[in-house]
């Protein structure tokens, strides 16, 4: 920017200089910032503005089709339903393939949380579900061993950091946004109407030498069935998602804030699922002195899951998309009486109807989770920072889940499913670095990183579930009333990782950087011969475009070469997979359990 004094001139001559834009922004890297050009190894950088322009319910989707090598798919339909994430493709047969997510330097072990369910098999949300998308300042995806080397065990999969906004230095702003979005079924299958199939079922009858079905005697004439009923017009739905975002930020050079609130509606294209979720985000950054600065970063949210079998398949085939392709079009929802009409066969087989499934059972799922870190930045001497760093992510789960007796479970007689389940999460963190920048004449940069590392994750699940219930006004509220309880079930799993880091970055001339990164990690999950495994990396690149033949090239803004090698892991295995286990199975003896 320029400021040229007017007085009395006529004239003002002004030249505009040139800026390279992203060239030289700070990126987030493991345990640290860099210089975007400084980068050897392939890291993605993405500002949370540029995803902001396309509505998206959680993190994950709003990186869909805007990262290069890294593939987005959903995994489930539902409302806040999983999506599964792979970058540079598949790197695991036996373990998880998912990446490794790092929130405000937090490594989130992204565990299905979701406590068990009897009689239903709907689609869980997915863990990352909770976390608003709208508070994102970046994302930055690293894809190499280069990268993803200073997390060790954890790399294999690519590693995603993410980045909340911050407050910044002014008066304070206050911001709100509202988007609306609407979501249907773009093609509805091109299935018979009544009138159809009861023609075809007459066919199948006179080529087999059978008496017609549809004679009008017993049932009516096709003629006079016309459609019937549509029972994917009677599950689908157009389904509105609103969301609401609301932050005060401000503060001062010493002492910035932000407070956000969220809240977010979503309706799922089959009737009765929705998705709710209520977030609240804190963010404080203090300067105690020239040297000691502080911060602090909360996010607390509860979500609401009403799911419903929403993937074409359920509890013994029996959900409201899979009922609605197989259910015949010639009965309708509901009798004279207001009963659900269900499709029975004449071998006796019963098809639930689909409107019936979706509304007569439920399937709640209710989920706090406190994400919370604080850390303290000291500067020791000139170029010389200690950072101290830790962490708290606390997932409480309850999931309630009744199917009425009235429901037509091929596999079970009608007498009512009861059943909860809960699931308390809580991964601690503790970390510990040092980091030594220094420039030196000649155009040489040196960054040095060593630290240590713990972390821990315990989660604690029971489940109850009872069935044969006289009456179906209780639902899941008194599983007492169940005259066949099953016996309950609880677990507990512990894993711990213990880990030492160390960096070097350096640049020369702003045209060749070399990254080496050696971790040692020791998990509680591997091997007792096996405990401790070490992964090494280097990278190198070359910035052709600021050599001098290509410096003022019209063609070329900015061109890197880079290269490297290293070795990353998997610890995703399970926390007991190298131990022996006890296991309990019930058999009858005499007429006794």
């Given amino acids: 920017m320029q400021e040229v004094a ?24 493991g345990y640290g910032t860099m210089k975007k050009s ?64 790092v929130i405000d330097g937090f490594p989130i072990d992204n565990n299905n949380t979701a406590p068990q369910g009897a009689g239903n098999t709907a689609f869980s949300p997915s863990p990352l579900s909770s976390i608003n998308p709208s508070g994102i300042e970046s994302v930055e995806i690293s894809k190499d061993a280069s990268a993803t080397a200073i997390y060790g065990s ?3 999969n690519g590693v995603i950091l993410i980045t ?25 299958l091109d299935l018979c109407n009544a009138e159809e199939l009861a023609e075809l079922t007459n066919e199948w009858c006179t080529n087999n030498s059978l008496p017609l079905i549809y004679d ?53 294209i089959i009737i009765e699922s929705n998705f709710k979720r209520y ?23 509860h979500t609401v899951n009403d799911a419903v079998p929403s993937d074409g398949s359920g509890y013994q085939n029996d959900s409201p998309l899979w009922n609605a392709l197989a259910t015949t079009p010639v009965i309708p929802i ?55 760093n830790f962490g708290a992510d606390l997932i409480n789960s309850k999931r309630n889940v009744y199917v009425p007796n009235t429901a037509q479970i091929q596999a079970l007689p009608n007498v009512g499913v009861a059943s909860i389940g809960a699931v308390q999460s809580l991964t601690w963190l503790a970390e510990y670095t040092l980091t030594y920048k220094r420039e030196f ?25 009872t069935d044969d219930f006289f009456t179906n006004k209780f639902e899941f509220n008194n599983l007492g009333v169940g005259a066949n309880p099953r016996p309950s079930q609880s677990n507990t799993m512990e894993n711990g990782l213990l880990s030492y880091i160390g960096r070097l970055n350096y640049a020369f001339m702003d045209k060749y950087m070399f990254t080496g990164t050696l971790r040692q990690d020791g998990s509680s999950k591997f091997g007792a011969d096996n405990k401790w495994g070490t992964f090494p990396s280097a990278g190198i690149a070359w910035r052709a475009s600021q050599e001098n033949f290509l410096k003022n090239s019209r063609i070329i803004s900015d061109l890197k070469l880079r290269s490297s090698y290293g070795l990353t892991g998997n610890q995703n295995i399970g926390s007991y997979s190298s131990l022996a286990l006890y296991n309990t199975t019930r058999i009858v003896m005499g007429g006794n359990l």
């Fill in 6 to 29: 007017v007085g009395n001139k006529t004239a003002i001559n002004v030249t505009l200089a040139e800026e390279t834009v992203g060239i030289e922004e700070v990126v987030a890297i």
């Fill in 38 to 101: 400084d980068l050897a190894g392939a890291t993605l950088s993405m500002k949370g503005e540029d995803l902001e322009k396309t509505p998206a319910n959680t993190i994950v989707q709003s990186l869909q089709g805007r990262a290069a090598g890294v593939d987005i798919k959903n995994a489930s339909n539902a409302p806040g339903g999983d999506i599964r994430i792979r970058i540079r493709g598949t790197n695991s047969t036996n373990a998880s393939s998912e990446p490794l997510y």
């Fill in 154 to 156: 954890r790399g294999a």
């Fill in 164 to 188: 909340t906004k911050n407050g910044k230095a002014g008066k304070a702003k206050v911001d709100f946004d509202y988007s609306l979005n609407l979501a249907t079924v773009r093609k509805k």
């Fill in 216 to 268: 009008g005697v017993k049932k009516p004439l096709p003629k006079d069935l016309g459609e019937g009923t549509d029972w994917q017009d009677a599950i689908f739905r157009t389904a509105l998602t609103h969301t609401y975002n609301l932050s005060v930020s401000g503060g001062t050079e010493k002492s910035k804030y932000l407070v956000a609130g969220s809240y977010l509606d979503q309706d799922g």
């Fill in 279 to 301: 977030g609240l985000r804190f963010n404080l950054d203090q300067t105690l002195s020239d040297r000691i600065k502080m911060g602090v970063n909360m996010t607390a949210n």
């Fill in 334 to 388: 509901m009798d004279a009486n207001g009963n659900y009409v269900h499709n029975y066969s004449e071998a006796n087989k019963i098809l639930e109807n689909p409107v019936s499934i979706a509304k007569t059972r439920s399937d709640i799922t209710y989920t706090n989770r406190l994400l919370s870190s604080a850390f303290a930045d000291i500067e020791i001497i000139d170029g010389l920072n200690f950072r101290a």
């Fill in 441 to 465: 004449a000649g155009g040489h940069r040196l960054t040095v990183l060593g630290g240590y590392t713990a972390q821990g994750t315990k989660i604690e699940s029971v489940f109850s579930e």
